[in-house]
């Protein structure tokens, strides 16, 4: 029997030519992903235990992704913090506010991931890389300790196999149907152990990539594409201007309005 996508990963992660669900193995990631609010708690912790250097600082990815506007005297001296962090751990890849982007979108954006790559993640959402066939593992505050020895064991998942079939309506997307997955598992309508599982999708997967069905067809994107690219980039004006006006409020604290 072959291998599945993750268990590909963790076997060529783990010098092996194959693993199977339940091998306890230590992955020699291609990055270790930090982001910036569970920094101050990591160097703290590695601190108290004498601990100053990385196993491997070359391969932290530290990502300002959640305090990317400082709105609170906390917020930037938590910002201050990680950069005295990074430079003291001598992190290689450092992105302070406004570099980068979303850590979990930015670095498949820039080819930082790439298929059947391994990494590290103290953020649930780590699970993102596999839209690429990658494998992002999340430790949440135990990050640290990847920090500090470079690795961490991983108990290979069991995969479970969901086939989508047939066509989504106009104005139905991927994310639609996500919820509706979600919806399924939660009133047990879907009957699916998925507790440290990894869920594959099957079928008819290509209905949800514009931009790859553009490509192959050697044909501009889609109407569809830019009409909902206009649509939030709207909104996204409604949006920083609603912000703009609630800042002013927050510093001005006017008495009447």
Known sequence: MGLTAVEKALAAKSGKASVRPGEVV???PDFIMIHDGVVMGAKRELDALGITRLAAPEKVVMVTDHDVIYGSARAA???AFN??????WGVKHFFDVGR???GHIFPMETGMLL???????NDRH??????IGAFGFR???EISRVLATGTNWVMTPRSVKLTIKGRLKPGVYARDLGFHIASLLKRGAL???LDYRVLEYAGELDQFDLAARAADAGQPLPGTYRRGFAAWTALGFVAFFAFLAIFWLMVAKPATL
């Open 139 to 141: 430790m949440g505050a």
């Open 26 to 28: 230590h992955p020699d």
């Open 77 to 79: 001296e938590r910002g």
């Open 100 to 102: 980068g982007g979303h």
């Open 115 to 121: 298929p059947g790559m391994f990494y590290f993640d």
């Open 126 to 131: 780590a699970t993102n890389a596999g839209a």
């Open 191 to 193: 009957r699916l152990n």
């Open 83 to 88: 950069r005295r962090a990074a430079a003291q």
